[in-house]
């Protein structure tokens, strides 16, 4: 099994006074992390006109209110796309925008983001549109706005990723990564800048007197929470205020019919739903309508007020789902014959290729290739004839966009790209695959060593009081983990009493301590992990909390992560 440098995170701050309320082991784990703050008022999020362009954007749009001009959404075929094209359909209707449409570009006819493609598709509509305006795109899309111009279209653009040297030629640019822009979460989402800006609309409506009544944007929180969680952004302060909100609301039960129905098909309960539900159990099966086939039947399902409506296109989305992870089976076997075939020690950069790959797919593969071997991981499909298009991953420390904007300036072999420091994609021509692999390689050769090696951070053991469904529930109720502020990983010496693998992959074991026995399960467990681990011997387990129900029974159960000898593991303080 891999081995990992295991670091124990200490205390960020001294005594913080306001976290004295909650659990305990949930006042230790916080106070480890770099965000202490818990109160969530709404009053504390960032205000809209820290917004650069914000002013000038909010002009235009009340001039298209005030002539009612057919305004076209056009969005992304991710999650975080699809949320923020419901949000932008649903809000401008509540500040009495009427003539709405929008188009989601199909990834594999259309491409990424705002294309000339999409342009043509958008003057097909009927009525023609007057106004594009993009959600979670946008920022790289030269041509695209270029050919709007030449239609006499207006542009607005709400994005989120990193700009290039040149921006598309249109004034009206909302993206918070813009060059003197002081709204300071950089990590905000598509869905929470489209959100931030109907934000300032409806402040200019309500100042102006063009609104009778104040207008609740609250309904729109469980698409943003949703579309946050699902884009893995860092969780900083707003972010975690805007989601702490959203959960609220979903548990109280008011989800969109979509949201509501997505959380059935996936059995999620919305009365105790946490960002982990939403993260790895909802979310997929929305993300899945734009990796198999069209996003669009996920935008109808988010923006449709009719439950039975929503409740067959959720359905749609779970079949999505289900095809989706038979494909992503198939290619990461592919992927680790390639592997096992072509030994890449000697690369930093793992770069694969399969003529039969899946665009889809090739994210999710790239994700799971970089957790194997801690090294970036870009996974190339088919585009065309003679074009390939690739989705990579990073390691902490290694910005991938940024390295592909070295390769691009220094060699000319990509075609496009885009993304940020954790993700990006491109596209380049089939023929100058090898050269690609040298020139990313060569660049990341400057790179510390220490980057490619894996870690586990751990927030210390628990005492037998403390290894409780109480501690799992006050962890689970707290919810607002992901990026940046990562659940709670624990760590205890236990003897292994029993062991039984599940459908070939899944490790589940009984362990003992001197002061109780804990079920625990380890998925997708390695064949090296199966076999270290020895019924009656002791092991460090590094495991997350839950609580597993069954026949109306609540257990804890421990969700393992990793194990090594006792002997051998040595924890490095942060």
């Not at 006042?27 to 770099?34: A, D, E, K, P, T």
């Not at 570009?105 to 009927?126: H, T, W």
């Not at 607002?480 to 029993?498: A, C, K, M, T």
């Not at 019924?535 to 069954?550: D, E, G, K, M, P």
Request: proline letters at 4%; hydrophobic letters at 40%.
């Amino acid at each position: 099994m891999n081995q990992k440098s295991i670091i124990r995170r200490t205390t960020v701050s001294d005594h913080i006074k306001h976290l004295d309320t909650l659990h305990p082991v949930l006042r230790r784990v916080i106070s480890m992390r770099s965000c202490q703050y818990t109160h969530y008022q709404l009053n504390d999020l960032l205000r809209p006109d820290q917004l650069l362009n914000i002013d000038i954007v909010i002009d235009r749009l009340v001039h298209h209110r005030e002539r009612q001009s057919v305004i076209c959404i056009i969005g992304d075929y991710d999650c975080d796309g699809a949320t923020a094209t419901a949000v932008a359909i649903r809000g401008l209707k509540m500040l009495g925008f009427q003539q709405l449409t929008y188009l989601v570009p199909n990834r594999f006819k259309s491409g990424y983001g705002l294309s000339p493609d999409i342009v043509q598709q958008s003057l097909a509509v009927d009525p023609r549109p007057d106004v594009l305006l993009t959600v979670d795109n946008g920022i790289s899309s030269i041509d695209g706005v270029a050919c709007a111009r030449q239609a006499n279209l207006d542009v607005i653009i709400t994005d989120h990723h990193l700009p290039g040297r040149t921006l598309p030629d249109t004034p009206y640019i909302i993206n918070p990564q813009l060059a003197g822009d002081t709204f300071s979460s950089k990590a905000i989402c598509g869905v929470g800048v489209v959100f931030y800006v109907l934000l300032a609309l409806r402040g200019r409506l309500m100042s102006s007197g063009v609104l009778s009544a104040p207008v609740n944007m609250m309904p729109l929180l469980d698409l943003v929470t949703l579309g946050t969680i699902a884009d893995c952004v860092p969780l900083d302060q707003n972010n975690r205020t805007l989601i702490h909100h959203g959960l609220q609301r979903l548990r109280r039960g008011q989800a969109c019919a979509g949201i509501r129905a997505l959380c059935n098909v996936a059995r999620v309960r919305l009365s105790s739903l946490t960002a982990v539900d939403l993260a790895f159990r909802v979310a997929p099966k929305l993300n899945a309508a734009g990796r198999m086939d069209d996003m669009s039947i996920g935008v109808r399902c988010l923006i449709t007020d009719d439950a039975r409506l929503a409740d067959s296109l959720s359905q749609q989305l779970a079949d999505f789902n289900s095809e989706r992870l038979q494909v992503q089976d198939s290619m990461h076997q592919q992927a680790l014959a390639i592997i096992g075939k072509q030994p890449l020690r000697e690369r930093s950069v793992v770069v694969l290729y399969h003529p039969e790959w899946h665009q889809g797919v090739i994210g999710i593969l790239a994700s799971r290739i970089k957790e194997a071997t801690h090294k970036p991981c870009i996974v190339f499909a088919p585009d065309g004839d003679s074009n390939i298009k690739g989705s990579g991953r990073s390691v902490e420390g290694i910005h991938l966009r940024d390295l592909l904007d070295s390769v691009a300036t220094q060699t000319g072999l990509i075609h496009k790209f885009g993304g940020h420091a954790m993700a990006a994609g491109l596209s380049l021509a089939h023929e100058n695959l090898d050269a690609f692999i040298t020139a990313i390689n060569s660049q990341i050769d400057t790179y510390s060593a220490a980057l490619f090696t894996p870690s586990i951070q751990t927030d210390g053991p628990l005492s037998p009081n403390e290894m409780t469904i109480a501690t799992a529930e006050a962890l689970l109720d707290y919810g607002i983990w992901g990026h940046s502020y990562p659940e709670p990983v624990f760590d205890n010496v236990l003897r292994v009493q029993h062991k039984r693998l599940l459908k070939d992959k899944h490790l589940k074991l009984r362990l003992m301590s001197d002061h109780g026995c804990y079920d625990a399960i380890w998925f997708f467990c390695s064949d090296e992990a199966q076999r270290l681990i020895d019924v009656n011997s002791s092991y460090r387990f590094f495991y997350r909390l839950a609580i597993n129900t069954y026949l109306g029974e609540r257990t804890l159960n421990l969700l393992l992560e990793y194990a090594t000898v006792v002997a051998e593991c040595e924890a490095v303080e942060i």
